[in-house]
C-alpha cells in the first residue's frame, strides 16, 4: 500500500501535542481509577532497638520504655522518611533472642491506583504493632545486652537506600550474664577505653560503622547523679561514635 510522504514523516511535535490533549482528558474521565500523583519513594533503611530489660519498666524506678516507644516511633520513621524498619531486641543475650520481628515495609509496591496515604498508614500500623511485640516478648527474657542488640541490628538493615538510621530505645546500661557495665570504672577517658577494649575483644565490634544513632532513654537511671551520668553518656559516645564510628543524635532523646 503506497503511503504519500506527508503521512510517513507525521511531526513528532504534532504527536506530542495529540498525547499533551488526551492524557488530560483520560485523567478526567477516571480521575477515580488513576491518575493521581504518587508520592516520592521512601528509600531510607531504618532500625529500632527495644530494651526489654527490668529497668525499662513502667515504675518509679524505670524509664518505661513502652511510654518512650509509642511517644518517638512512628515520629521516628515519618522524621527519617524510613522506608523498611527492621529490629532487634534488648535481652540477656541480644544476637540470640528469639524475639526479634520480622522486617515491615513503609512503602509497599502500588500502582497508579493505589491510595498511597492509607497504604503507608497501615504499614506504620504494622511497624508499631511489631515493636510492642518485640518489647513484650523481651520483657520475658530480661537482661541488657545493648552491645550484642547494636550488633545484630547492624547486620539487619540494609546497606542500601541512605544512610541507616537507628532509634535505641534503652537506658543503656549494658548488663548480662557475663558484662556489667556497672561495675566497670568509667571515671575517666582511659578507663572508659580500657572498658570498650574489653567489649570489643570478647564481643566484636558492632557493624553499625557509618549510621545514625538515635538514643531514647540513655542514661536516665542517673537523673539524681549529673556527674555519673556524664560519665555514662561520656562512655556510650565514646564507644558509639570513637569505636563504631557511627554517629549519635539526641533529637528524639526524652
Not at 52 to 73: C, V
Not at 129 to 138: S, Y
Request: proline share 5%.
Amino acid at each position: 500500500m503506497h503511503h504519500s510522504a506527508r503521512t510517513a514523516h507525521r511531526s513528532p511535535a504534532r504527536a506530542a501535542r495529540r498525547i499533551a490533549v488526551v492524557v488530560p482528558l483520560v485523567c478526567a474521565l477516571a480521575s477515580l481509577v488513576s491518575c493521581t500523583k504518587q508520592e516520592a519513594a521512601l528509600t531510607t533503611p531504618c532500625g529500632v532497638v527495644v530494651d526489654g530489660s527490668g529497668s525499662a519498666a513502667a515504675d518509679p524506678k524505670g524509664f518505661n520504655a513502652e511510654a518512650k516507644l509509642k511517644d518517638t516511633l512512628v515520629e521516628f520513621l515519618t522524621d527519617q522518611k524510613c522506608g523498611t524498619v527492621d529490629y532487634a531486641p534488648i535481652t540477656w543475650s541480644s544476637r540470640s533472642s528469639s524475639c526479634r520481628q520480622d522486617q515491615v515495609d513503609l512503602d509497599p509496591p502500588h500502582d497508579a491506583n493505589t491510595d498511597q496515604k492509607a497504604q503507608r498508614a497501615n504499614a506504620l500500623n504494622q511497624a508499631a504493632t511489631a515493636a510492642l511485640a518485640e518489647l513484650r516478648c523481651a520483657r520475658t527474657q530480661d537482661g541488657s545486652d545493648v552491645w550484642g542488640a547494636l550488633a545484630r541490628i547492624g547486620e539487619a538493615v540494609p546497606g542500601k537506600g541512605g544512610t541507616p538510621k537507628l532509634l535505641v530505645v534503652s537506658d543503656f546500661d549494658q548488663a548480662d550474664r557475663e558484662f556489667a557495665l556497672s561495675r566497670q570504672d568509667i571515671t575517666t577517658q582511659a578507663k572508659r577505653a580500657e572498658v570498650i577494649d574489653s567489649l570489643v575483644k570478647s564481643r566484636g565490634m558492632p557493624g553499625i560503622k557509618g549510621m545514625d544513632v538515635f538514643p531514647v532513654g540513655l542514661g536516665m537511671q542517673y537523673w539524681a547523679n549529673p556527674s555519673e551520668a556524664q560519665n555514662f553518656e561520656s562512655f556510650w559516645t565514646e564507644a558509639l561514635e570513637g569505636r563504631a564510628k557511627a554517629h549519635v543524635d539526641n533529637q528524639y532523646k526524652r
